[in-house]
């Protein structure tokens, strides 16, 4: 019997369907292997030319990364409302501006995923768009074609014909657990892990490879109609009807309430049952059901009026302090960590996590065995909240900060004027690991084959002493070390040879001098143009520049004064900072976003470095500074973003995120 080929496609079509969106298979996968392998034999054979919306179209599609798209109308965001009393505060709002017309609310749980823009002309995925910075998006059609519950082709019947145009909105996100062993893969190939699935599914969709888009369990709910030509549909549940309909995947947990107080039973009947959903949820979101009364409300230039999301508390859980362990950083600072119990909290499994120091450890009595309280909010490092003291049984046991390193037994050094507890010896083998991995990183000069478990082996068979010994390191000495093949060696050796082109600021930045991060760095060299002329200033003449305090000052002049051997080294390495004098300063473009404003970076931007993303604002007329203050104009806030991003919200500085920064650095 020959199979016609569009009755495959269709066939295939309803088993995708069945699988990805009903979670309710019909046939076993290896017959759904054959039905797919069929269709690409037939498809190979045929002289028609494949349709876009051919089940086989979901791998390598074109990518269009990077192409900026002006939505159809803005991707605002939602309100936050924190607290009951709030929520009834939005309900006044609400019938305040609906003069006391009767209004339906719509629950939906918050999904924390990425929000996604769809369009289908005549039933066929056309376009898909990331948020950007809400007014336009970025082209990650070729992507998401590769997530199997977005249907390429919607279901049309003769009772319900497909619009003509159908634009819809909804969340793309990685199950809770399949992060897991996305991030044990990542890790093999030497690759950072996600935070957290949201992380996880962002980087997913935003990559220039659909074929990696493809490997990743991305899946999708549809929360919104955003446009329609041809459809008759008064509610947003009416709509989502429809959506399911036409074959869409609708989160199942929307419920209709007639007063606030019944939203509140919702949110409360979520918060305990929020672990055991298989993806993140962080709060529900509360919407008016009437698309007229949506209307009227309408929207301020961030938010609707109509909705509002409810979030829910910060991931908590329950762990002990198995043992406490102190680790010395790169400048000597000896910082305690907890070694937790493991746990599972907000999508990940948590093992460390810091006490700060010694001052820390006294104000909250912590002692090894207690039984802590673990918060983590989003994207932010787990933190101990709170000592379970009324758990304890007797036989926890206080911490002693140590008198001496751990690693090198120095006595170690306290002062009065800061908490920090130092290890001074400038030999110390644990502050030299350190400072390499360092100079390595991302930030600094970006030797991506030198990973701790080289650093570990070049410190302690005694290869390297300080930084510069990278630069004279053998080929055969290398060689020899555990697990360096000569593939491993001959990439090492090209990459250092390669760092050798770093900017001074990067090169600063990875001297580990204390308190000079990339902003600082930054800024140094602006003033000082080299890292030589910086080497000869006094105190006085680094704390002269705006925005760098005596504290600072004194410790790079002391630094430069204690260093002199190891910049002469560095120099004969023949780093291009050194020999080369880069005095031209970048032509400055007039007039754009960033003209005469003030910035401050803080987190991860994922993208590109602080330091890059600091030079490309200079370029555009704007300045870097890198405390908040009153003069801030804007901070821009990656993941991990802390203090910096609580005093901007304290003083009501604009936040930007790091894919609106871009998409103004893009704008000019
Ligand atoms: S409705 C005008 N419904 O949360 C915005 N959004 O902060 C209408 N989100 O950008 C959005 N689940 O990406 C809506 N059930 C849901 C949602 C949801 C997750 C995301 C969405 C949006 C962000 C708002």
């Known amino acids: 019997m020959t199979i016609n080929i569009h009755e495959l496609r269709d066939q295939i079509r309803y088993h995708e369907r069945k699988y990805y969106i009903d979670d309710q298979p019909e046939i076993p996968d290896a017959e759904f292997d054959k039905l797919m392998r069929q269709l690409e034999e037939l498809e190979k054979a045929s002289s028609e030319d494949i349709p876009s919306d051919s089940p086989t179209q979901r791998v390598g599609g074109g990518v269009a990364l990077g192409s900026r798209v002006p939505h159809r109308s803005p991707m605002l965001s939602l309100d936050n409302t924190f607290g009951e009393k709030a929520l009834l505060d939005f309900g006044v709002r609400v019938k305040k501006l609906l003069e006391d017309a009767p209004v339906e609310y719509v629950t939906e749980l918050k999904i924390d995923g990425l929000g996604v823009s769809l369009l289908y002309e005549d039933g066929v995925f056309v ?156 709060g529900i979101v509360v919407k008016v059901n009437d698309f007229a009364q949506q209307n009227e409300l309408g929207s301020t230039a961030k938010s609707p009026r109509w909705a509002t999301s409810y979030k829910f508390p910060a991931h908590q859980t329950m762990t002990k302090i198995e043992k406490i362990e102190v680790q010395v950083g790169r400048t000597g600072v000896l910082t305690p960590v907890a070694i937790l119990e493991p746990v599972k909290l907000a999508g990940a499994t948590i093992t460390h996590a810091t006490l700060h120091n010694e001052q820390e450890i006294l104000n909250k009595d912590v002692r090894i065995g207690d039984t802590i309280i673990l918060e983590r909010a989003g994207d932010v490092i787990p933190k101990i909240i709170d000592v379970l003291k009324e758990k304890r049984k007797g036989d926890e046991v206080a911490f002693r900060f140590p008198d001496l390193c751990p690693t090198c037994n120095t006595p170690v050094q306290r002062s009065d004027a800061e908490v920090a507890v130092r290890c001074v010896n400038a030999g110390c083998s644990a502050q030299l690991k350190r400072r390499i991995a360092h100079f390595a990183s991302r930030n600094a000069l970006e030797i991506e084959g030198l990973g701790p478990a080289t650093v570990n082996q070049l410190v302690n068979n005694n290869l390297v002493q300080d930084v510069a010994d990278l630069y004279t390191l053998k080929v055969e000495e290398v060689g020899k070390l555990e697990r360096m093949g000569p593939g491993l060696t001959h990439n090492l050796f090209h990459q250092i040879e390669h760092s050798k082109q770093a900017s001074a600021a990067r090169v600063l930045v990875g001297l580990s001098i204390f308190h000079v991060g990339e902003t600082i760095a930054e800024q140094l060299i602006d003033h000082f143009l080299s890292i030589e002329s910086l080497s000869q200033a006094e105190a006085e003449a680094i704390a002269a520049i705006p925005g760098i305090g005596p504290q600072i000052a004194e410790s790079v002049a002391s630094f430069f004064s204690q260093n002199r051997p190891l910049i002469e080294k560095l120099k004969a390495a023949g780093l291009r900072c050194f020999t080369e004098q880069v005095v031209k300063k970048p032509k400055v473009l007039e007039d754009t976003f960033f003209s005469d404003k003030t910035f401050v970076i803080t987190g991860n931007l994922t993208e590109m470095t602080r330091t890059e993303a600091s030079t490309q604002i200079k370029t555009r007329g704007g300045k870097v500074t890198s405390s908040v203050s009153n003069k801030t104009d804007f901070l821009i806030a990656g993941e991990g973003a802390g203090s910096k991003y609580n005093k901007a919200v304290e003083l009501g500085v604009p936040i930007l995120t790091p894919e609106t920064f871009f998409e103004h650095l893009k704008a000019n």
């Open 127 to 282: 376009r898909g768009l990331t948020r950007g910075d809400g007014e336009f998006g970025e082209n990650v059609s070729g992507n998401l074609r590769t997530i199997r519950a977005i249907p390429l082709r919607l279901i049309s019947t003769e009772d319900d014909p497909v619009p003509p145009i159908l634009e819809v909105r909804g969340e793309v996100f990685i199950p809770k657990h399949r992060l897991g062993e996305i991030n044990a893969q990542r890790e093999a190939e030497g690759e950072s892990p996600f935070a957290n699935p949201r992380n996880a599914a962002a980087g997913s969709v935003r990559t220039l490879d659909s074929t990696i888009t493809a490997k990743r369990p991305l899946d999708i709910f549809i929360y919104s109609l955003n446009y329609v030509e041809g459809l008759d549909v008064a509610t947003h549940t009416e709509a989502l009807e429809k959506l399911k309909q036409f074959g869409f995947k609708c989160n199942p947990h929307t419920e209709l309430h007639n007063t606030l107080e019944d939203v509140i039973i919702y949110y409360n009947q979520w918060v305990p049952k929020r672990e055991a959903i298989p993806y993140e949820v962080d």
